[in-house]
């Protein structure tokens, strides 16, 4: 099992930045994907999932209106748009596998985990 996630990067507050995560080694459209955040000194908080069809979603409430996650099961590829960027989403953003129960129940824990991509938003 791989997940790969884009290069993050420096962005300016207010700016945009799409991350994605490629996966492989298991079949990407039987399970729910979820990105996670670790800021410095912070617990890793989830961020946004998806379910295994695109149809669900859900997102910590300080992301809400700014984040949208996106999936591709053709490409095997999850994304996070992340627009009107502020310097507390400073973050390693890692993506994840997840089960469709927790998007609907919020039952079970994350499966397989990327390596991680560092984002900072800063002037």
């Known amino acids: 099992v791989q997940l790969v996630e884009s290069e993050g990067g420096l962005v300016q507050p207010g700016g945009s930045l799409r991350l994605s995560c490629a996966a492989s080694?298991?079949?990407?459209?039987?399970?729910?994907m979820s990105w996670y955040r670790q800021a410095p000194g912070k617990e890793r908080e989830l961020v946004a999932a998806?379910?295994?069809?695109?149809?669900?979603?859900k997102y910590t409430d300080s992301v809400k209106g700014r984040f949208t996650i996106s999936r591709d099961n053709a490409k095997s590829t999850v994304y996070l748009q992340m627009n009107s960027l502020k310097p507390e989403d400073t973050a390693v953003y890692y993506c994840?596998?997840?089960?469709?129960?927790?998007?609907?129940?919020?039952?079970?824990?994350?499966?397989?985990w990327g390596q991680g991509t560092q984002v900072t938003v800063s002037s």
């Open positions: 080694g298991f079949t990407f459209s039987s399970y729910a």
């Open positions: 994840a596998t997840h089960r469709d129960v927790y998007i609907y129940y919020g039952v079970g824990s994350p499966g397989y």
């Open positions: 998806i379910t295994s069809t695109g149809g669900r979603t």
